[in-house]
């Protein structure tokens, strides 16, 4: 069965800032009616899997101001820049101060599709080496590393809570694994 679709009358931008705009649709029903849909549109974001020489996933713990309350996560910021991978390669530096010599882009997913049009890209980077860049004067990050194991446990703990960090790791997941029995099968 074929779900109906919604048909786009209108839209109009009610606030814009350099992050995301927040918009307001008017649609049209199947039946003729008309109804509204608020939504934040985003140009997107981009996340990095980075696994070390260790087989070693590499996080970053940052402050969470929502939350008030600390966070750790994958490496990860909004696209900034036409290609998202130069966005990854950038907020891997930034946030964890390391480049990659491996680079695969491993999915995509919606963070919050009844909210939010934004995208976010998934990237596997391995062959990790030190690069610094300039945080951002309001981010401040510990760089972490945790065996697979250690971060499955945090996850089910709650100790790792954050849901885009989640979902990049169930798509990245069969990567990792793949990469780290190629590891073990070269030595």
């Given amino acids: 069965m074929s779900l109906k679709k919604l048909h786009t009358l209108s839209t109009k931008s009610l606030h814009k800032n350099p992050y995301w705009e927040y918009k307001l649709d008017r649609y049209a029903l199947p039946n003729g009616s008309s ?4 939504y934040v549109h985003s140009p997107g974001s981009a996340m990095v899997v980075p696994v070390d020489e260790a087989g070693k996933l590499v996080l970053v713990k940052q402050f969470r101001y929502l939350w008030q ?12 820049d036409p290609d998202p991978f130069v966005t990854a390669r950038n907020e891997l530096a930034e946030e964890a101060n390391i480049g ?8 995509e997913y919606n963070p919050y599709n009844g909210a ?23 981010e401040e990050f510990e760089v972490l590393k945790m065996e697979i194991s250690e971060f499955q446990t945090a996850i089910e703990a709650g100790v790792i809570w954050d849901g885009m960090t989640l979902a990049a790791w169930m798509i990245a997941r069969p990567t990792v694994l793949e990469y780290l029995a190629n590891v073990k099968l070269r030595k």
Avoid: C, M, Q
């Avoid at 309350?69 to 900034?80: D, L, V, W």
């Avoid at 934004?118 to 080496?129: C, D, N, P, T």
């Fill in 35 to 38: 109804g509204e849909y608020h």
């Fill in 69 to 80: 309350r600390e966070s750790i996560e994958f490496p990860a910021g909004g696209i900034k």
């Fill in 100 to 107: 990659a010599a491996v680079w695969k882009f491993v999915g």
């Fill in 116 to 138: 939010t049009d934004e995208v976010a890209k998934v990237f596997f980077a391995s062959g990790l080496a030190n690069s610094i860049r300039e945080k951002d004067a309001s």
